[in-house]
């Protein structure tokens, strides 16, 4: 399954009471696009407690990564495993 959608907004405040201003979003995505095109970008099902992902508990992979206006646009795809079946 790929599911592709809003993965981070600029300026608003998100769901875990952040806001993060356009300018360190874009270098973070920036960033992280770098572990996007070398197929590592591994997320879990829900947040890990630090920023390594615990590859038993993997449940999707960012396929791709974009901006559209002040959102950052994904495309995920779920993966084959325990915590991707639960997703």
Not at 16 to 25: C, S
Not at 68 to 77: A, N, R, S
Request: contains cysteine; aromatic residues 4%; glycine residues 8%.
């Amino acid at each position: 399954m790929i599911l592709t959608g809003i993965c981070q907004r600029a300026n608003t405040l998100n769901g875990n009471g952040r806001v993060y201003n356009e300018q360190i979003l874009r270098r973070e995505v920036k960033n992280y696009s770098k572990l996007v095109r070398e197929n590592r970008a591994l997320g879990e099902l829900d947040h890990p407690e630090d920023s390594v992902i615990n590859l038993k508990n993997a449940s999707h992979m960012v396929t791709d990564i974009w901006w559209d206006g002040d959102d950052v646009m994904g495309k995920v795809k779920v993966l084959n495993t325990p915590s991707g079946e639960i997703l």
